[in-house]
């Protein structure tokens, strides 16, 4: 498989890599066009990709956990449970006690393949719906490449908002059996919200990860709108996206971004698990504002529309919403006696806001794949569980003791018993020893059929001289020592094994006793992650899963405390299955940094960011056979090579820096299919951390309860994200992970602060600087209601202090949570991130209007109210409303002599439909501090 990145993007994903992660491959591109391709080597849990997160203070979070689908013949394919994509939320934390999320799934079926299940907070979370007709038109009018097949036509059109027919026979008959699938980022509708700007976000880039391929980040993308088509248009229009160049101009001439991602030379049995990604599952979507590195909000997109089924190529036209969710506690209001005091903690309420719509374009080419380019991995049977040490007459072909030589002859001797042959040999150190030593190379080449020149004694003086340590022993030992360890290679058996993150992987060793005697055998593994099935019910538990058809024996091993591995009693000549499991928990945590990747290097080239995925570590284990004389009888060597995972939920969590991140997780009640009509049948789930400074546990309930997943994440400085990884197992045994949870934890400053609505509050920070001087900027999630000073780029030296002033004044009461990111603007990176934990109180009401305003009054209405100037010497006045968009005042400010009453003149935009609102009407001095607030209740009918 191969991934193709070309276009603009926007912020945030992971690092490391190893030797079959992803390898170059050539890969054709369009003219003018810059190209990244990766080649990715088979996973060994081919599975299904679900994207999830949390945002605000949620309570619950609930997982579903789906039936396991069977168990591919491969035994390194390890089966993982299969989910639709759930909604993704962010989650903050105020670090005051455990918290709880919950969120739902529903089961599916593969065969049936229905539609995937909607966000329980709206209905059209992930869901397509077809744009304008006059959005439309300003689409195609853009100029973005088309998808056209192999042979030049456009690929057939999919409508996203009907259903998809799927048979899963014309995939697998497709004679096209590599897929191009295509992404092609088109535009994004800004939708107006409160505290923001009407023209933001201005700048905004992508992350999101496809099927086992590393995570993409983009470059970051400009919103261009055309004044005079939006103009001519009854609404806003989507704006194009477009590429910054560096020189900070914008590429309209090739718009928007594309990245391609190229499945071929699947591993045999994975084709079906690709094919079961994108029937059942969506791919999501984080959209990044790049200039302040906030998240504007996260969706998904179906990728059932990808489906060939048979043809050459297929696309589909989505526009999706881009949601995020916002917490508010309750209304607190503000009386005399309360001033100077902190309210008790309130409930918080969870609201959905759509910050915009993404207008995305996917497709799938059907190529052709060619049998000879398939690699030597994908069709070689490494699948297989069975190790059997390879047979061959008992002796060892003798040589050199140098390295090069012993490498050289281990692949012939590897499964060859030391015997008469290797007592035989002649002593090289002996007075003829330099002779013999030549006639023994000599001997060599001949029997390796090399075609070198004759061995003289000057070349071969110069290659002792290279070589002293290794063809000239200097004794006894060294000699002895160098002799065991060829001998020890001729006893060992290598097997190649595909390991996933979480995955057991099975299988069986060969051990025959070549000893005319009973031996008591011990066996030792130099890896824990490498341990010998013991238990009957588990190693007939994994016989069945893997169909492993070799006989089954009870009590075959002896344990004793203090001994370095089980025992087992071999008869004489006699062989037996040893079954061993391989399985690891532990992989790479490295996070990539947040922001944009890097810019073009010239006009026109289009580019995305590859983060390496997070795998397991490659490793050679060792797993020693000893006799009763503590003497190797045999000895498999396992080398573990990483395949990447795939994640199905993510979770990222805001709390405050240096302190314990204590959350639960919530799954519901799971429905055992083998536990029909018993309801004392209880499910087996277990979790394990990726992380072992975190510590993740569940705790079995009574049946019918819910169970918890609990957390305890230690805490880091600000701007930190601890990344880690959770596994939920719901059989006994462990075999295979049901979900992979990815959990990021953004750590930040926290900030209390307690003010009223509609008056100016101000609260300082402190900037500390880093290493190098930096050129920073702050930005404010809600840059209406909070401003920063200073509010342009300033310097920062290094270990240097920069006080920040923050001039807040919220307009909604209640608890809120609110962010403050301080950005190198050069670099484009976090430098410092501010968790605002506000509590917002309701001001005291000095007078309360009710004014009624007809329905569909065309130009709306008029009032007038008195304010009488308390002073006794000349004051001006700003007037402000929380609800600027029903609400305009005649004059927002007015100065009146003491003493003196000064007429306020309201106008109220006209309603479309009945009802009544409360509008909180402020009086403010020059430093918004309120004088007065008024309470006016509009009734519309």
């Given at each position: ?44 849990r ?6 999830r997160?949390?945002r ?11 039936p396991?689908?069977h ?6 394919m390890s089966?993982a449970?299969?989910s ?11 670090g ?26 709206s209905s059209h ?6 744009g304008?007709?006059?959005?439309l038109a ?10 056209v097949?192999?042979a ?20 697998e ?20 919200t409160?505290?923001v ?5 201005e700048n ?16 970051q993308l ?10 001519q ?7 194009v996206?477009?590429?910054i160049?560096?020189d900070?101009?914008?590429n ?16 045999p049995g994975?084709r079906?698990w ?15 504002d ?10 998904a997109?179906e990728l ?16 999706v ?15 005399s ?6 309210p ?11 910050r ?6 996917t ?5 052709p ?17 069975i ?5 061959g ?12 030589n012993t490498?050289q002859l ?19 150190n002996?007075p003829?020893?330099r ?5 023994c190379?000599?001997?060599?080449r001949?029997r390796?059929g ?13 290659r ?6 290794q ?6 030992h ?13 006893i060992?058996t ?6 996933g993150?979480?995955a ?12 005319n005697?009973p031996?008591?055998v011990t ?7 490498l341990s010998?099935?013991?238990?009957t019910?588990e ?8 169909e ?7 009590n075959?091993f002896?344990l ?10 071999l ?5 037996i ?7 690891s ?9 947040q922001g ?7 006009k ?9 995925s997070?795998i ?6 060792k ?20 395949t990447?995972?795939?994640?199905d ?14 959350k639960a ?5 799971w ?8 309801p004392?049948v209880r ?12 510590i ?7 049946p019918g ?8 994440v ?13 596994m ?8 295979a ?8 934890v953004?750590f930040?400053?926290?900030v ?7 008056q100016?509050?101000?609260?300082s920070?402190?900037?500390?600087g880093k290493?190098?001087?930096r ?8 840059p ?7 509010a ?11 006080e920040?002033?923050l ?15 301080a950005v ?6 976090l430098v ?7 509590n917002?109180?309701?001001p ?11 329905v ?9 109210i ?11 006045f700003l ?16 100065q ?12 109220f ?11 909180l009407v402020?009086v ?5 501090k309120t004088e ?10």
């Amino acid at each position: 498989m191969s991934h193709v990145a070309e276009g603009h993007h926007h912020r945030l994903h992971r690092a490391k890599k190893t030797s079959n992660q992803l390898l170059p491959q050539n890969h054709l591109k369009a003219p003018g066009s810059r190209c990244l391709s990766w080649q990715l080597l088979p996973a060994t849990r081919p599975s299904a990709t679900q994207a999830r997160r949390c945002r605000g203070n949620s309570r619950f979070l609930l997982c579903s956990i789906l039936p396991r689908w069977h168990r591919p013949t491969s035994c390194h394919m390890s089966p993982a449970l299969v989910s639709a994509t759930l909604p993704t939320w962010r989650w903050t934390s105020t670090g005051k006690a455990m918290g709880h999320f919950q969120l739902r799934t529903k089961e599916t079926n593969f065969r049936s393949c229905p539609s995937l299940p909607s966000m329980p907070l709206s209905s059209h979370w992930g869901s397509s719906s077809v744009g304008s007709r006059s959005s439309l038109a300003h689409l195609y009018s853009a100029g973005f490449p088309d998808i056209v097949d192999s042979a030049g036509q456009a690929a057939e059109v999919l409508d996203p908002t009907e259903p998809v027919p799927f048979d899963p026979q014309r995939e697998e008959s497709d004679p096209l059996q590599g897929n191009l699938l295509v992404f092609q980022f088109l535009a994004f509708n800004r939708i107006p919200t409160a505290g923001v700007a009407a023209n933001w976000p201005e700048n905004i880039h992508f992350t999101f990860q496809f099927y086992r391929f590393p995570p993409v980040t983009s470059q970051q993308l400009k919103l261009l709108t055309s004044d005079k088509v939006q103009q001519q248009a009854a609404g806003p229009l989507p704006c194009v996206l477009a590429s910054i160049n560096k020189d900070g101009t914008f590429n309209s001439a090739s718009p928007g971004l594309q990245v391609q991602f190229r499945v071929d030379s699947l591993k045999p049995g994975e084709r079906r698990w690709f094919l079961r990604y994108l029937a059942l599952h969506t791919m999501h979507i984080d959209v990044w504002d790049s200039d302040s590195l906030l998240l504007i909000g996260s969706t998904a997109v179906e990728l059932k529309y990808m489906l060939r089924q048979g043809k050459s190529a297929v696309q589909a036209l989505h526009e999706v919403e881009v949601l995020t969710t916002d917490y508010l506690g309750d209304d607190t209001l503000l009386t005399s006696t309360d001033v100077g005091l902190r309210p008790a903690r309130t409930p918080m309420s969870v609201h959905t806001i759509i910050r915009g719509r993404l207008h995305i374009r996917t497709g799938n080419i059907g190529c052709p794949v060619d049998p000879s380019s398939r690699r030597a991995t994908d069709v070689m049977a490494s699948h297989l569980n069975i190790i059997t040490p390879r047979g061959g007459s008992v002796g060892f072909r003798g040589g050199s003791l140098s390295s090069r030589n012993t490498l050289q002859l281990n692949g012939r001797n590897a499964a060859q018993a030391p015997g008469p042959e290797m007592e035989a040999q002649p002593n090289l150190n002996g007075p003829d020893g330099r002779r013999r030593k030549l006639d023994c190379m000599a001997a060599v080449r001949r029997r390796e059929g090399t075609d070198e020149p004759k061995v003289t004694d000057r070349t071969t003086e110069a290659r002792f001289a290279r070589e002293p340590h290794q063809i000239k022993p200097s004794g006894k030992h060294s000699e002895a020592e160098a002799i065991g360890n060829m001998l020890s290679r001729s006893i060992t058996t290598q097997h190649l094994l595909y390991a996933g993150l979480g995955a057991a992987e099975y299988m069986e060793f060969v051990l025959k006793n070549p000893f005319n005697v009973p031996q008591t055998v011990t066996i030792h593994s130099d890896d824990p992650e490498l341990s010998v099935i013991t238990t009957t019910e588990e190693w007939a538990y994994f016989k069945a899963l893997t169909e492993t058809p070799t006989p089954l024996e009870e009590n075959m091993f002896h344990l004793e405390e203090g001994a370095p591995g089980p025992k087992v009693y071999l008869r004489p000549r006699e062989s037996i299955h040893i079954p061993l499991k391989y399985q690891s928990f532990l992989c790479d945590h490295t996070v990539a940094l947040q922001g944009p990747s890097f810019q073009p290097t010239h006009k026109g080239s289009q580019v995305a960011k590859r983060n390496l995925s997070n795998i397991v570590a490659a490793k050679t284990i060792k797993v020693t056979f000893s006799a009763e004389d503590g003497k190797p009888m045999a000895i498999c060597q396992l080398n573990v090579e990483p395949t990447p995972h795939v994640v199905d939920q993510t979770f990222r969590l805001y709390h405050p820096e240096l302190s314990f991140l204590k959350k639960a997780i919530r799954l519901p009640p799971w429905n055992n299919p083998e536990a029909v009509g018993d309801p004392d049948v209880r499910t087996h789930i277990s979790v394990r951390c990726s992380d072992p400074n975190v510590i993740c546990q569940t705790r079995m309930l009574a049946p019918g309860e819910p169970q918890d997943v609990y957390l305890k994440v230690p805490g880091s400085p600000s701007p930190h994200i601890k990344m880690f990884f959770v596994m939920v197992f719901t059989d006994r045994w462990m075999a295979a992970p049901s979900q992979i949870w990815q959990i990021y934890v953004h750590f930040l400053e926290r900030v209390d602060v307690s003010c009223v609505t509609g008056q100016r509050s101000c609260q300082s920070l402190v900037l500390r600087g880093k290493q190098a001087v930096r050129k920073v900027k702050c930005f404010s999630s809600h840059p209406q209601e909070i401003q920063v000073d200073p509010a342009g780029v300033f310097l920062l030296p290094p270990a240097a202090l920069q006080e920040l002033q923050l001039k807040l004044q919220p307009w909604r009461a209640g608890s809120r949570f609110l962010y403050v990111n301080a950005v190198d603007v050069e670099q484009r990176r976090l430098v410092t991130a501010w968790l605002l934990c506000l509590n917002v109180h309701r001001p005291v009401l000095s007078k309360a209007f009710e004014v009624c305003v007809p329905v569909c009054g065309g130009r709306g209405s008029s009032r007038k109210i008195t304010y009488t100037n308390p002073y006794s010497s000349s004051r001006a006045f700003l007037l402000r409303s929380d609800h600027p968009d029903l609400l305009q005042f005649k004059e927002e400010k007015f100065q009146i002599s003491g003493g003196e009453t000064y007429t306020i003149g309201l106008r109220f935009a006209p309603s479309q439909s009945a009802g009544s609102v409360e509008i909180l009407v402020y009086v403010n001095n020059l430093e918004e501090k309120t004088e007065e607030t008024f309470c006016v209740k509009v009734n519309y009918s």
